[in-house]
């Protein structure tokens, strides 16, 4: 840089004019400036040193900076922390039964929020978010509802846990082959009729019920035993399909049958499956009856006593 | 420089840049030492800083054992005497940002700057330092004389004890600031005890430090280069503001008081200003206020005070530098406030705040509902036939204590019935419990895709605290 200097006021520029009389002067900037400029210099070989910075391909390595940091540590120690604070609840949720977790206030409401992700993961393919039921034109619903009241195989919080663990296979025979067309028309026409509370209207039907293997699973008053999982045909829910046409085809080909246009009711066995661990069948159990179908016990004091009562003794 | 008349030719550029030459600007370099001269603006700015004692004593205060005015950022409310006001009421915050932005606009319009000279704790803790300065070093010329001199024992005893004071005062500020967010005896407890959390003994070190820094180093610089709100004010301000102001018909040109001169009126070829620059020496900015308005310039009054004292003395009249309007010194009509629109629109604002403000606290309530119908699925079909709907309600208990609630709800559907409120339901004080609520009704009478309810809740004991939210209960399309 040659020695300029400004006209007027004799300062040393740096020799760049513009318009004539325009000038750069040649000032340090301020120390406060450089100072930062410096400390930035000493920052970044500090970071480059301290985290892993440097590609050493020949090694098919790299440099792994001496504070030994790496994203997959961090997110160790991350989770970490989310655990500690859901360890308190699930360390209680291990030894307690369903029907105790139903009666700490508390815990059913961390079951309520960390149920959800259990249920959309391995409920909700067949029987949809919050269990609202899957339908399709052609086969009608393709997994029971959840959250009205009427329950195939018992709606009380041991019911539901057993039903998660074990699975469930539905079970009707065909009918095409012991009843006739005209047989099957009556008898769907009876059922209908008595979802709507006009039973008897229908006497043919009701001749056909009576007499036919019908009462043998769902009894002679057609409610249906949980005990088996035949369904009560005297309430509003159909399992199925409601329709004229759907209940002739239930009756017909059957549930499970083998008949290939039977209805499928599969419900998986989810601890042979192996993917879901004791606590979260049991926490499923819980958010499925807060649905709000689920049935309390009756009477109460039937809450299996010797894992229930200290739980309820020390609230 | 040495052409003098090309400089003229070239006009008002050029006049600029001479203007330069003779301005100057306050980078700091020099400390200045203000004079102290007892008057009426000066005792005035005495009173309206000791306001700042209220910071110091005001979270000592208590009501019904707690702390009368709590910030209380941990637990997410704000305690004032009897009212509590948690986050879901504060828009009011917004109201009061607005109130006090306003108010420092009226304020400033009519009188400019009186925030800064009176009020501001950076001129306010700016004078105190000050004070304590000059009690400990002496008046100006020795305060000069001492920063000047070589390091000795005195220098050394002096500054350290000035010093000393000033962190006890800067520690004794952020102490007090942090008493407003923290049950004040518990945070002495913790501090004399070691046991604040990183978060108090941060806030502690950054006011001390600020305090420290902001009033014993920086001091006028701070208004000068460092505050958005000496800009901002400075705009605010127009020749209808009344301000400190130098009469410069009557004052210029200064010149000298000549004894023989007497009192002949065709023997004063100058001003009233006798060019004592005791207004220089006493502002605590060091402006010259006979330069007009300017950025510098707090309008504390102390150069009235001292110009006063000076005209007491040669027996000129006062208020050669006055309380004036622009308007005023140059002559011309002064309006009245009425005629100020600006100033009546600004305080149209204040009024509107203040009513939203008060409505808002007479509206809080014990109790607020929320209400949300599940989505999915709107509604459920049971096997009796009736339709139910799921209700998740959050309530926040704004009370001291915990309460139990009963629910009811009001239109609807014929023959509804609550289900999940059989007993009277907890509710926490002081922040949000939420609950599952069903509402059950028989099929046939739902006649409507949705049917507006509105559900109620009510103190089990004072029904007359409650809370009412319109939700709405679907069912199924008609056929």
Redo the contacts between chains.
């Keep these: 840089m040659s020695e300029k200097h400004d006209e007027v006021s004799g300062a040393t520029t740096t020799g760049h004019v513009w318009d004539e009389d325009l000038a750069d002067f040649t000032n340090q900037p301020p120390r406060w400036w450089m100072l930062g400029l410096a400390a930035s210099a000493i920052w970044v070989v500090v970071y480059w040193l301290y985290y892993p910075s440097v590609p050493l391909p020949a090694a098919n390595s790299y440099f792994k900076g001496v504070g030994n940091w790496s994203a997959i540590r961090e997110m160790e120690a991350d989770t970490g922390e989310v655990d500690a604070v859901r360890g308190k609840y699930e360390n209680k949720l291990k030894d307690l039964t369903p029907a105790a977790i139903l009666a700490d206030n508390d815990l059913t409401e961390y079951v309520k929020r960390s149920g959800k992700v259990l249920f959309g993961d391995n409920c909700a393919g067949c029987h949809g978010t919050n269990g609202v039921g899957v339908k399709s034109k052609k086969d009608g619903l393709f997994a029971p509802v959840l959250n009205d009241d009427d329950w195939l195989y018992g709606g009380k919080i041991s019911d539901i846990h057993t039903t998660i663990t074990g699975g469930r296979q539905g079970m009707m025979v065909a009918h095409h082959d012991t009843l006739s067309e005209q047989q099957i028309d009556d008898v769907a026409k009876y059922v209908i009729a008595l979802s709507e509370g006009r039973g008897d209207s229908e006497a043919a039907g009701k001749a056909v019920f009576m007499s036919s293997d019908c009462v043998g699973c769902h009894g002679a008053d057609a409610k249906g035993m949980q005990a088996m999982g035949s369904a009560n045909l005297t309430d509003k829910i159909w399992r199925f399909d409601g329709s004229l046409e759907g209940v002739k085809r239930t009756i017909a080909y059957g549930v499970n049958s083998g008949d290939p246009k039977a209805r499928i009711a599969i419900m998986p066995n989810f601890k042979e499956a192996g993917k879901l661990s004791e606590s979260d069948i049991k926490k499923l159990a819980v958010y499925v009856y807060k649905f709000g179908g689920g049935q309390a016990e009756t009477p109460p004091a039937a809450v299996p006593a010797e894992t229930a009562a200290p739980a309820k003794a020390a609230k | 420089?040495s052409n003098n008349t090309d400089q003229k030719d070239a006009g008002n550029v050029t006049e600029i840049y001479q203007e330069f030459e003779t301005w100057s600007v306050n980078l700091g370099e020099k400390t200045i030492h203000a004079k102290r001269i007892p008057g009426f603006f000066r005792n005035l700015k005495y009173i309206t800083g000791s306001l700042w004692i209220i910071f110091f004593i005001g979270p000592f205060l208590r009501w019904n054992g707690k702390q009368a005015i709590l910030f209380d950022i941990g637990n997410r409310q704000f305690h004032f005497f009897n009212i509590t006001v948690l986050p879901q009421d504060i828009w009011m915050l917004s109201l009061l940002l607005l109130l006090l932005a306003m108010t420092l606009f009226a304020v400033t319009s009519v009188a400019s700057r009186v925030f800064c000279g009176y009020f501001c704790f950076q001129t306010v803790w700016t004078d105190l330092f000050t004070w304590i300065e000059e009690k400990i070093e002496g008046k100006p010329p020795q305060r000069v004389k001492l920063d000047k001199a070589p390091w000795s024992f005195t220098k050394v005893r002096l500054k350290l004890f000035k010093h000393s004071l000033w962190l006890m005062i800067a520690v004794l500020t952020g102490i007090s600031f942090s008493s407003w967010f923290v049950d004040s005896f518990d945070y002495w407890h913790n501090l004399l005890n070691f046991r604040l959390p990183m978060v108090g003994w941060v806030t502690l070190a950054m006011f001390t430090a600020g305090t420290y820094v902001l009033a014993g180093f920086l001091r006028e610089q701070t208004c000068f280069w460092l505050c958005p709100y000496a800009r901002i004010q400075g705009v605010m301000t127009d020749s209808q503001s009344i301000m400190p102001t130098y009469d410069v018909k009557r004052g210029d040109p200064p010149g000298k008081i000549r004894r023989d001169a007497g009192q002949a009126p065709d023997a004063q070829k100058s001003g009233d200003c006798i060019d004592c620059y005791q207004c220089v020496q006493v502002c605590p900015t060091g402006v010259d206020i006979r330069e007009g308005q300017q950025l510098g310039c707090i309008t504390c009054g102390l150069c009235l005070d001292a110009c006063d004292s000076i005209m007491d003395k040669v027996g000129r009249p006062r208020g050669l530098i006055r309380y004036a309007s622009l308007d005023e010194i140059e002559g011309k009509p002064v309006k009245k406030l009425h005629q100020h629109p600006r100033t009546l629109v600004y305080i149209n604002i204040i009024v509107l705040a203040l009513c939203g403000i008060i409505y808002g606290l007479t509206h809080l309530g014990a109790l607020t509902l929320r209400v949300i119908p599940?989505r999915?699925?709107l509604f459920?079909?049971?096997?009796?036939?009736s339709i139910?709907n799921?209700y998740e309600f959050k309530v926040v208990n704004k009370t001291d204590k915990d309460m139990f609630v009963n629910v009811l709800a009001e239109d609807g559907v014929a023959g509804q019935i609550i289900l999940g409120a059989e007993q009277p339901l907890l509710t926490h004080h002081g922040r949000g419990t939420s609950f599952?609520i069903?509402v059950k009704a028989p099929?046939a009478n739902v006649k409507h895709e949705v049917t507006p309810i509105e559900f109620r809740i009510q103190s089990a004991e004072d029904p007359s605290v409650s809370a009412e939210y319109r939700s709405k209960f679907n069912g199924p399309k008609p056929d």
């Design positions: 420089m599940e999915q699925p459920i079909t049971e096997s009796d036939g139910e799921k599952t069903f099929g």
